[in-house]
C-alpha cells in the first residue's frame, strides 16, 4: 500500500465523523457495550501530571461523586479576593466615555433607521414571491391546499408548504423579527453594553458523555473584565479549561470529536468534581456578584452559545447561578444595605445570529468562520468557551460590526449562502501532516523493553499543547494560572 493509499484511507475515516450535536434521543437509546468503561480507560491518552495513579475512574465513580456533591462556597463566599490583584479590581469604578457614547447612540440610531427600511422591503419583496406560489397552486389545482384530515389532501398540503418554505429559505434578506421586537431591542441592549466597554463578560461551555448526558467531562471558562483592560493594549482574557477527573477515561467519538487533551490556551486543570464546582463557584462568586459601590457601576453578562443549556448542566453539577436578567431589565436591589445588585445578563451569540440572519447555519464553528476569526480543535470545552467569548465581543463591538459590514444583512446572507454551497461541494481537507504523523509513529522503530520483547511506540493525542495537571483542590489550580 503506497503512501497516497493510506492517506486516503485516513482521510475517508475522518470523513465518517460527524461532529454535528448529537440527537438525544438516539443517546438515550443507545446502549454501552459490556466492558464499554473498561475499554475507553485502556485508550492511549495524555500523560496527566501529578496525577494519583490508584484514583477510580468511569461512569460509577462519577455518579457516586455527583450524589456527593456538597457546594461549600454557596452564593457569596470567594477565595479569589484573597490574591492582592484581584482584590483592588473592586475599587475602579465605571466612567463613561462620553465621545465614545455618543458615537454608540449614533450608530444605534442609523441601525434602527436601516432596519425598519429593510424590514419593509424585504417583507414586500416576500409577500411578492409568496403570492406567486398561491398563484401557481390555484392555476394548477384550482385552490391552496388546506390542512385536512383527507389524505390525498393532507400530500398536496405538504408539497404546497415544501414549495413555501423553499421561497423563504431563498429569500435574502429573511428578516425573522420585527424592528421593534424583543429581539430586535436585545440586540441594541448587546451592542451597547458591549461597545461602552462597561460589561464583565463569563464566557462558559459545557461539555458532556454523548453516552450519558448527565455526566459532564469537561468546562471552559473566559473572562473578559474591562477592569484589567483600562489601560491595556492588547486584551486579558482570562481562559481556564477543567477535566473532571472521575470522567476522565470517558471519550466522545460517536457523535462529536473529541479534543480533551487539546486546550490551545494553556494547561488544562484536571480536578474532582467536588473541586470543579467549587473552582467555577469562586468565579461566579467573585465576577457576577457586586461586593463595593464601585462594582455596581459595571454590568456583568454570562456569555455563551446556546447558553440556556450550559447554564443548566451548571445548575445540574450544584453551581449556583445568581439572578439572571429577563433581559428587558430588571430593578435593582439592595444587599445587607451594601450596594444595589444587579441582575447577571446572558448574551448568547447564537441569538445576536438568528436575530441578523435567520437560524440556519448558526454553529459556533460557522459564526467563527463568517466573522474571519481562526480556530482550531472545537468541541474542547476551554477553546469553545474562548471563542464564543472573542464571537460575541465581535458581534457587540459597533465599529467590528461596521468594518465586516454585519448590518448589510443582504450582502451577509449572501455570504452564508457561498459558505453553504462551498460546505456542500467541496471536501473537507485533512492536512498531510496529520497522516504523516502517524504513520511514522506507528512505523517508527520499535521501543525494547527489559525482556528484549518489542512494544509499540506510545502515541497520544496531543502534540503541541501545554498538556494537564491534577490538583487536589480548586484554589490551588486557580492559583497555578497565576504563573
Not at 432596519?115 to 419583496?125: A, F, G, N, R, V
Not at 391546499?145 to 393532507?154: F, V
Not at 429559505?169 to 466597554?197: A, K, R, V
Request: hydrophobic share 35%.
Amino acid at each position: 500500500m503506497n503512501i497516497f493509499t493510506k492517506y486516503m484511507n485516513v482521510y475517508k475515516a475522518v470523513g465518517k465523523m460527524n461532529t454535528h450535536r448529537f440527537n438525544s434521543k438516539a443517546v438515550r437509546n443507545y446502549h454501552q457495550p459490556q466492558g464499554f468503561n473498561k475499554s475507553l480507560t485502556a485508550l492511549n491518552a495524555a500523560k496527566v501530571r501529578g496525577m494519583i495513579p490508584s484514583r477510580r475512574e468511569g461512569v460509577g465513580s462519577y455518579k457516586s461523586s455527583s450524589n456527593k456533591l456538597n457546594n461549600k462556597l454557596g452564593k457569596h463566599k470567594t477565595w479569589i479576593n484573597e490574591f492582592e490583584h484581584f482584590n483592588s479590581l473592586h475599587k475602579i469604578t465605571y466612567s463613561p466615555n462620553d465621545v465614545l457614547s455618543d458615537e454608540i447612540k449614533k450608530y444605534l440610531t442609523l441601525l434602527t433607521k436601516n432596519y425598519q427600511l429593510m424590514y419593509k422591503e424585504s417583507t414586500e419583496s416576500l409577500d411578492k414571491k409568496l403570492e406567486a406560489v398561491d398563484k401557481e397552486w390555484t392555476e394548477k389545482i384550482g385552490r391552496i391546499p388546506k390542512a385536512s384530515k383527507d389524505d390525498e389532501e393532507k400530500i398536496l398540503r405538504k408539497q404546497y408548504l415544501a414549495n413555501v418554505n423553499d421561497v423563504k429559505n431563498e429569500h435574502i434578506p429573511m428578516m425573522s423579527y420585527e424592528p421593534d421586537s424583543f429581539q430586535f431591542t436585545y440586540l441594541c441592549n448587546t451592542i451597547e453594553l458591549l461597545s461602552s466597554n462597561k460589561t464583565i463578560c463569563f464566557a462558559i461551555d459545557v461539555e458532556a458523555f454523548e453516552f450519558d448526558t448527565d455526566i459532564v467531562t469537561e468546562i471552559g471558562i473566559s473572562i473578559y473584565d474591562p477592569r484589567e483592560n483600562i489601560h491595556s493594549l492588547t486584551p486579558i482574557i482570562r481562559s481556564y479549561h477543567l477535566i473532571v477527573a472521575e470522567a476522565l477515561p470517558l471519550r466522545n467519538k460517536k457523535f462529536v470529536c473529541d479534543f480533551k487533551d487539546c486546550f490551545l490556551l494553556g494547561e488544562s486543570l484536571v480536578l474532582p468534581l467536588e473541586q470543579c464546582v467549587e473552582f467555577i463557584q469562586s468565579l461566579i462568586n467573585f465576577y457576577m456578584k457586586c461586593e463595593t459601590e464601585q462594582d455596581s457601576s459595571w454590568e456583568r453578562a454570562f456569555i455563551g452559545h446556546s447558553i440556556s443549556g450550559d447554564i443548566r448542566w451548571l445548575k445540574k453539577i450544584g453551581v449556583r447561578i445568581p439572578e439572571l436578567d429577563n433581559e428587558l431589565g430588571t430593578p435593582e436591589k439592595l444587599v445587607k444595605g451594601k450596594c444595589p445588585q444587579k441582575h447577571a445578563k446572558m448574551f448568547d451569540t447564537e441569538k445576536i445570529y438568528s436575530i441578523c440572519y435567520g437560524k440556519k447555519g448558526s454553529s459556533l464553528g460557522k459564526l467563527l468562520r463568517l466573522c474571519h476569526m481562526p480556530h482550531a480543535f472545537l468541541h474542547n470545552a476551554g477553546n469553545d468557551a474562548y471563542y464564543t467569548l472573542n464571537l460575541m465581543l465581535k458581534l457587540g463591538d459597533f465599529n467590528f460590526r461596521k468594518q465586516i459590514g454585519a448590518d448589510d444583512l443582504e450582502t451577509m446572507g449572501h455570504r452564508i449562502r457561498e459558505w453553504f454551497k462551498r460546505e456542500k461541494d467541496e471536501p473537507k481537507i485533512l492536512p498531510m501532516s496529520y497522516v504523516l504523523s502517524v504513520m511514522n509513529a506507528n512505523n517508527g522503530k520499535p521501543k525494547v523493553n527489559d525482556n528484549g520483547r518489542k512494544k509499540p511506540r506510545d502515541l497520544v493525542p496531543q502534540t503541541e499543547f501545554s498538556g494537564s495537571q491534577w490538583f487536589q483542590n480548586a484554589k490551588a489550580a486557580f492559583k497555578s494560572t497565576l504563573v
